[in-house]
């Protein structure tokens, strides 16, 4: 069985730009693929922030599908590098690695 989207009608601009969306990625099979995969990238990226945030404090990081990291001194600089290599926006992850970031255990 095929999992279903429901979109209300009440907003035309909305559905409009979920079903370009999904046009874009291929329907919604291909659609939900991408974001599990994206959801899965961004687990590995919190798994390893803290020693990132060791090698690249006050940076810019993203890391790719291939575990690829390009680093960079601000958000403009690293999504210039990211163009310049060909990497679509859902194949990467973003984080600024704060140096003064610490865990809060509530």
Partial sequence: MSPKIII???DPKLRAMFEKMLADTGGLKDFLKQEAEHRELFSRMARKS??????????????TV??????AD???????S???KGIPRSKYVIE????EWERMVV
């Fill in 96 to 99: 600024f690695l704060d140096a």
């Fill in 82 to 84: 990211l163009r310049e």
């Fill in 50 to 63: 803290a020693s990132l945030r060791e090698l690249y404090p006050d940076q810019f990081v993203a890391m």
């Fill in 8 to 10: 209300t009608p009440d």
């Fill in 74 to 80: 601000t958000l403009d600089e690293l999504l210039s």
């Fill in 66 to 71: 291939t575990d690829e990291l390009i680093v």
